[in-house]
């Protein structure tokens, strides 16, 4: 498992939690030298890439790219991982599926855009399963345990939250505040 800066988590929680994985804007703190060292590491590891900024939408733009374009930041597959998000396209038939080959779909079944989303699920033994299955016990889970039970820090608990399961996974996310325990945090059943 890639080894991660407390800077480096932040950054690919946030992008996480955007819209095609945008590393940019940076956190606040991060400018000049610091920022670009920092990037320059991520690259190095994989863990973002430049790709082509789609200015018409307002991307934000990391360098120019000497023919007039714009080169903006995204998390990779592989930082996505380091974080504890599985990637979008990898298999995630539930354990004990086959490799049976699919079946044909019927003439009126629908196929392509209009298809329903396949169920994201999480790779057992992650910290992202760890925190889902906190959430979903009968008590839920508090900030602070959280935090224990993974290693995380507060932010990425909260990201974790915001980006993987409620955006990427379409969880729903309760909380509630209990006298003697503080906010607790449950996956809605239903």
Request: a negative charge.
């Amino acid at each position: 498992m890639t080894k991660l800066t407390d800077t480096q988590a932040a950054i690919l929680h946030a992008a996480a939690a955007r819209e095609g994985h945008n590393v940019l804007p940076l956190p606040g703190s991060l400018r000049g030298g610091a920022a670009a060292k920092v990037v320059d590491t991520m690259i190095a590891k994989g863990l973002v890439e430049g790709v082509d900024a789609d200015l018409r939408k307002g991307e934000p733009v990391w360098r120019e790219s000497g023919d007039g374009h714009g080169v903006t930041l995204v998390a990779t597959e592989a930082g996505l991982a380091a974080i504890g998000i599985e990637p979008e396209d990898t298999n995630t038939a539930p354990a004990g599926a086959t490799d049976a080959p699919a079946e044909e779909p019927t003439p009126n079944t629908p196929t392509g855009p209009e298809a329903a989303p396949k169920t994201r699920t999480p790779r057992e033994g992650t910290k992202q399963a760890t925190l889902i299955e906190m959430l979903r016990a009968q008590e839920g889970a508090t900030i602070e345990e959280i935090m224990a039970e993974t290693g995380w820090q507060s932010h990425t608990v909260r990201g974790a939250m915001a980006g993987a399961l409620k955006k990427k996974l379409g969880l729903t996310i309760t909380s509630e505040k209990i006298e003697g325990r503080g906010r607790v945090y449950k996956i809605e059943q239903g």
